[in-house]
């Protein structure tokens, strides 16, 4: 799975003729092992654990040209910083999100996606997309109660 993403990420930065550098492909790797959401500074973190010669600018660009590639997928949790999940081939879902401890669960619920398109019909849109994040308190936290 991540060749074919190496690849595709290469034909868009040949694309924007752009190189894939030795940076890139180890910031791409990184990402790609990574699970979860991750902010830029976190990706520059493990990146820089790797290869300290890494500039955090590097990796800010190179996240910004997975995301316009599609491998990267920028999610808003309304915590102020940008977040980011894997993007390509993954199957579409929503999340949970701790307001105290700030767990992220990704849930996909059929029942939920269906409702959306009937609504965005019965207002008369075409969906393109959409992102639904659920906030409340986790079993972990309501446990601490």
């Given at each position: 799975m991540h060749r074919d993403q190496r690849e595709v990420f290469?034909?868009?930065?040949?694309?924007?003729?752009?190189?894939?550098?030795?940076?890139?492909?180890?910031?791409?790797?990184?990402?790609?092992?990574?699970?979860?959401?991750?902010t830029s500074?976190?990706?520059?973190?493990?990146?820089?654990?790797?290869d300290p010669s890494?500039?955090?600018?590097t990796v800010y660009r190179t996240l910004k040209l997975l995301s316009d590639s599609g491998i990267a997928q920028e999610v808003d949790f309304s915590e102020g910083v940008a977040r980011y999940e894997h993007g390509?081939?993954?199957d579409h879902h929503d999340h949970l999100i701790c307001?105290?401890?700030?767990t992220t669960v990704e849930v996909a619920d059929e029942r939920i996606e269906?409702?959306?398109?009937?609504?965005?019909?019965?207002?008369?849109?075409?969906l393109t997309g959409h992102s639904m994040c659920l906030?409340?308190?986790?079993?972990?936290?309501?446990?601490?109660?």
């Open positions: 290469r034909e868009y930065l040949s694309s924007k003729r752009l190189k894939m550098t030795p940076q890139r492909m180890l910031i791409l790797d990184v990402f790609l092992k990574e699970q979860g959401h991750l500074e976190d990706l520059y973190q493990k990146v820089k654990a790797i890494v500039g955090q600018a390509f081939n993954e307001i105290r401890c700030r269906q409702l959306q398109e009937e609504l965005a019909r019965a207002h008369g849109f075409r906030y409340g308190v986790c079993p972990r936290c309501r446990g601490k109660e």
